[in-house]
């Protein structure tokens, strides 16, 4: 089974400031991409970004961004200038097995402090 | 457009009980899945579905069954509840998994989630 891992099983950041979020994940297959997505606190899954592998350039959506290493299958997440409604948990998950599954990692909770 | 909805919201039951969870989606996607989250844990495929008639397995398939009778409906049912069942169920959807290319991904729409509790 693929493994994915979130190192940070909370984080705190300061509004305003700046946070990066880690996953590395170990997959044979690198021909699909990463999603990150965003599990507040009234519990709905929010799709953030997406990076494609073959993708040259790092993703960016708004205050998004991703640092992607696809050498090092890494795929951090950045949220620029976070708000207070950023606080949530935040999961990374690439493609699973077969392609049409998406694996999800623990997670990492964000609390950002006003 | 509603986009994926999930009946019902919250259940309780009793071991041994059984029950239908209904998904539907409004836009047209092929392809369904049926997810559980637990504390502390992210999600976990259950079973999915990559176009009418058609249903697989996931990475937690026991105690569960599907069926995909028509494009827009996808139902997850537990034939005899355990406590271990006792989890929020979440439905997607998606046009076609995320390939290399950046402009041909689609991510997946979550619906809100059944919150189920077996006693």
């Known amino acids: 089974a693929q493994k994915i891992t979130q190192t940070q099983p909370g984080m705190f950041v300061q509004e305003k400031e700046a946070v990066t979020l880690d996953c590395t994940y170990d997959t044979s297959d690198q021909s699909y991409g990463l999603f990150w997505y965003k599990q507040p606190s009234s519990g709905e899954m929010i799709f953030l970004i997406y990076?494609?592998?073959?993708?040259?350039q790092n993703a960016t959506e708004g205050r998004y961004s991703l640092n992607f290493q696809k050498a090092r299958k890494s795929a951090n997440l950045v949220i620029s200038a976070s708000q207070l409604g950023d606080s949530a948990m935040y999961f990374c998950?690439?493609?699973?097995?077969?392609?049409?599954?998406?694996?999800f990692g623990k997670g990492t909770k964000l609390s950002v402090i006003p | 457009n509603a986009g994926v909805t999930q009946t019902p919201k919250f259940r309780v039951l009793k071991t041994g009980q059984s029950m239908t969870l209904l998904c539907a989606q409004d836009m047209n996607h092929e392809y369904m899945y049926w997810y559980r989250q637990d504390p502390g844990m992210g999600l976990r495929l259950i079973h999915y579905s990559v176009g009418e008639g058609t249903t697989a397995k996931g990475e937690v398939p026991d105690g569960y069954n599907v069926s995909r009778l028509k494009k827009q409906n996808f139902l997850l049912g537990l034939e005899s509840a355990a406590p271990s069942q006792t989890s929020v169920y979440f439905c997607?959807?998606?046009?076609?998994?995320?390939?290399?290319?950046?402009?041909?991904?689609?991510?997946?729409?979550f619906g809100p989630g059944t919150r189920l509790t077996v006693l």
């Open positions: 990076q494609g592998s073959y993708d040259e």
């Open positions: 997607a959807s998606s046009y076609e998994m995320g390939s290399g290319s950046r402009s041909s991904y689609n991510e997946q729409f």
């Open positions: 998950a690439p493609p699973g097995a077969g392609s049409y599954q998406l694996t």
